[in-house]
């Protein structure tokens, strides 16, 4: 963490153990210093392959009409992104850590790869998210654009692709309206993973630059992969765009996709409040995406304004008793005669009975199965209401928008962003380094190493303001058992 040097630590008046403090004991203009700051080391391919072997030339974005480089414009080895921006300066004065830093996305001055040299590989994994086609378009753009780069392919139904079917060949003109569209025009598909094939793949077909768009169970695979090529001392440079709807992609400050996904969840709870306001009694149930994070549904909550409960993953709940799901459900219904609910598809899974073999069932990517979570709350809420209000009208209208929120194209936000991820990806491969990953951190572009970013998670805090927000908002129960 930032630390306070002692020579201006006079400047700060020590924080008074009573409670009479005002709160502007460091109300001054003051001085302080950052030290010391660890910063992550990027891999690059001089890490191992031998320096004869690489043979480095002027940015061809010297030679780019549309580009006028001036001092500044190039990104130095020592331009660094903190991690964490926001310092306590008394708990920084009195510890020892360090602070962390990443090195910053851009163009460098000089690159590693001769344009003319260069066979680019384009691969999407897993399941879709808005703004696939945007980034797969970006990549191609620039490449070509940019920096002369005219052997550029897509690899089609993900990582089993390398050495299943023939690459197709991209170029500006066909990829041109692929922002438009939702889905992935590469295909996609989850498992498939056999990492000797795909490198052997990637080795096979001369790829130097291989660029993966996928979420957390793919950026596992990138780095396995990555570990391979390295084994190898192939001069092949590997990054990965994070690709999640849930926004579960740690250090980062956010998936692409994520805010289009929360764009488009707000019909289906507009959908559920009119369906519940209609009926005498009506519940709207939505069921959101998120396995492991809460995200949308708690952004969609706040957005909307309408929702009386949210439930997330993060967040155990539970139904009967007093301070219970149904207890509160019961007097909002009483109060408003009608409720809107949104849960996370991952939240309450450990309540939902299963068979043995269910336990057990694993999908293509090796994820534990969830079962729907929608379809047993519909079903709980209507056996609770039978047993404690007979001859009393109940309507729940559920709502499952899933595959609909996901398969959208990206809204305006979104897609610039996914340019500026693909962007930063080209520059920093180009540049020689590999196994990272590109995204903003306090919104600047930063380069995190890959094995990190596959080890992170970016769960919502429920300890967090924003949660005690949704709370205030909806004004539902903490669900602390009493």
């Keep these: 963490m930032a630390a306070v040097s002692h020579t201006e630590a006079t400047n700060l008046t020590t924080p008074s153990s009573d409670n009479n403090n005002d709160g502007n004991d460091t109300n001054t203009t003051t001085t302080f210093s950052i030290s010391p700051v660890t910063l992550q080391k990027l891999p690059h391919l001089k890490d191992y392959i031998p320096q004869e072997a690489l043979k480095t030339q002027p940015n061809p974005l010297e030679r780019n009409p549309f580009y006028h480089p001036s001092q500044g414009f190039y990104i130095s080895h020592s331009d660094v992104v903190l991690r964490h921006i926001v310092f306590d300066l008394f708990e920084s004065f009195l510890s020892s850590a360090s602070s962390i830093a990443y090195h910053r996305a851009g163009p460098r001055d000089r690159v590693f790869f001769d344009p003319s040299q260069t066979r680019a590989a384009i691969v999407t994994c897993g399941g879709l998210c808005p703004g696939v086609n945007t980034v ?45 569209k939702g889905g992935t025009m590469l295909e996609t598909s989850r498992g498939g993973f056999d990492l000797q094939k795909i490198v052997d793949g990637i080795q096979d077909r001369h790829f130097n630059q291989v660029y993966i768009i996928g979420g957390d169970g793919t950026m596992r695979g990138a780095v396995n992969i990555f570990d391979e090529i390295r084994r190898r001392k192939l001069n092949v440079s590997i990054t990965c765009i994070p690709k999640t709807v849930d926004n579960d992609v740690g250090i980062i400050d956010r998936s692409f996709g994520f805010q289009t996904a ?8 507009s959908a559920a409040y009119v369906e519940a306001e209609s009926a005498v009694n009506g519940i709207g149930l939505v069921k959101l995406m998120g396995r492991s994070t809460g995200h949308i549904a708690l952004h969609a909550t706040l957005s909307s304004r309408v929702v009386d409960c949210c439930l997330i993953p993060e967040m155990e709940f539970y139904l009967e008793g007093k301070g219970g799901l149904f207890e509160f459900l019961e007097q ?63 309507a729940v209208k559920y709502i499952d928008p899933t595959y609909m929120i996901r ?34 951190i306090n919104g600047i572009y930063a380069y995190i190493p890959l094995e990190e970013v596959a080890q992170s998670k970016n769960e919502v805090d429920t300890k967090d303001h924003k949660w005690a927000w949704v709370r205030s908002v909806t004004n539902q129960p903490d669900f602390m058992k009493v």
Aim: charged share 20%.
């Design 136 to 180: 797969i378009r970006e990549l191609v753009a620039a490449l070509w654009d940019l920096y002369g780069v005219r052997q550029i392919f897509g690899v089609k139904a993900g990582y089993r692709g390398f050495y299943s079917s023939e690459p197709v060949e991209l170029n500006p003109k066909l990829v041109h309206s692929w922002h438009n």
């Design 262 to 269: 929360v764009e488009m969840a707000q019909e289906a709870i």
């Design 407 to 440: 398969a959208v194209p990206a809204n305006a936000t979104d897609r610039l962003y996914c340019t500026l991820l693909a962007h930063s990806a080209i520059h920093g491969v180009m540049a020689g380094y590999t196994g990272f990953v590109p995204g903003p």
């Design 332 to 394: 909002r219904l009483k109060e408003n005669s009608h409720a809107v609910l949104v849960v996370a598809e991952g939240a309450g899974q450990d309540m939902i009975p299963r068979t043995d073999a269910q336990k057990e069932e694993r999908d293509e990517s090796g994820n534990p199965v969830f079962l729907d979570v929608g379809g047993w709350l519909k079903s709980e809420l209507k056996n609770w209401w039978a047993r404690n209000h007979q001859n009393e009208l109940l």
